[in-house]
């Protein structure tokens, strides 16, 4: 009987045995910890900064003028976030005349929140290598070093999303700005 109880020299029972579960107690606490904060980090990533905007019935885009012109829309969902400027996305349909555009070169989409289920980044990509779509201008510095670009189909579907500009990689790199772009503000120099 006494081989079966784990005890030391003197009699008593082996105090490492009360350690191992406060041990395990601890990596539990630990795990459990870092699975909740790796949880919440996820969702602000993923909805906390994202807001939903109001409907819309039109949307202004550049004209190769330097001006701009009103386009006529329907069905518009859009997402913004104070956070950054690279997180708004639109998808809308026009409906009206579509004026003359500003097409622009290298426009690459960027992904969505997958919960933002209109805008699929990696089609309007492939779309665009392959000429279903057209990449056109929407707005030139919105905010300083930043580009509003949109993916506009023959049927009237069309996508917007920013792009970081020339401005807006030489002066956010801590470089002066390029020959032709507007001063930073303030606000980005100092």
Same mark, same amino acid.
């Given at each position: 009987?006494?081989?079966?109880?784990?005890?030391?020299?003197?009699?008593?029972?082996?105090?490492?045995?009360?350690?191992?579960?406060?041990?395990?107690?601890?990596?539990?606490?630990?795990?459990?910890?870092?699975?909740?904060?790796?949880?919440?980090?996820?969702?602000?990533?993923?909805?906390?900064?994202?807001?939903?905007?109001?409907?819309?019935?039109?949307?202004?885009?550049?004209?190769?003028?330097?001006?701009?012109?009103?386009?006529?829309?329907?069905?518009?969902?859009?997402?913004?976030?104070?956070?950054?400027?690279?997180?708004?996305?639109?998808?809308?349909?026009?409906?009206?005349? =579509?004026?003359?555009?500003?097409? *622009?070169?290298?426009?690459?989409?960027? &992904? /969505? !929140?997958?919960? $933002? #289920?209109?805008?699929? +980044?990696?089609?309007?990509?492939?779309? =665009?290598?392959?000429?279903?779509? *057209?990449?056109?201008?929407?707005?030139? &510095? /919105? !905010?300083?070093? $930043? #580009?509003?670009?949109? +993916?506009?189909?023959?049927?009237?579907?069309?996508?917007?999303?920013?792009?970081?500009?020339?401005?807006?990689?030489?002066?956010?790199?801590?470089?002066?700005?390029?020959?032709?772009?507007?001063?930073?503000?303030?606000?980005?120099?100092?």
């Amino acid at each position: 009987m006494r081989r079966c109880l784990r005890a030391d020299r003197g009699g008593r029972l082996d105090a490492r045995r009360g350690a191992g579960v406060t041990g395990r107690i601890a990596a539990i606490v630990i795990v459990l910890a870092a699975a909740l904060t790796g949880g919440f980090m996820y969702y602000l990533q993923v909805y906390g900064y994202y807001e939903e905007l109001e409907p819309q019935i039109g949307y202004q885009v550049a004209t190769p003028d330097g001006g701009t012109a009103r386009l006529e829309i329907a069905a518009f969902r859009g997402i913004d976030s104070y956070s950054s400027p690279l997180r708004y996305r639109a998808c809308f349909t026009v409906v009206g005349e =579509l004026p003359d555009l500003v097409e *622009r070169d290298h426009s690459e989409p960027l &992904n /969505a !929140p997958g919960w $933002f #289920d209109c805008f699929d +980044a990696e089609t309007i990509g492939e779309d =665009l290598l392959a000429g279903r779509a *057209r990449p056109v201008m929407v707005e030139e &510095n /919105a !905010p300083y070093g $930043f #580009d509003r670009v949109m +993916a506009l189909y023959p049927d009237g579907r069309a996508y917007v999303w920013p792009m970081i500009n020339a401005c807006g990689e030489a002066v956010y790199d801590g470089d002066p700005a390029p020959a032709g772009c507007p001063p930073p503000p303030a606000a980005i120099r100092d």
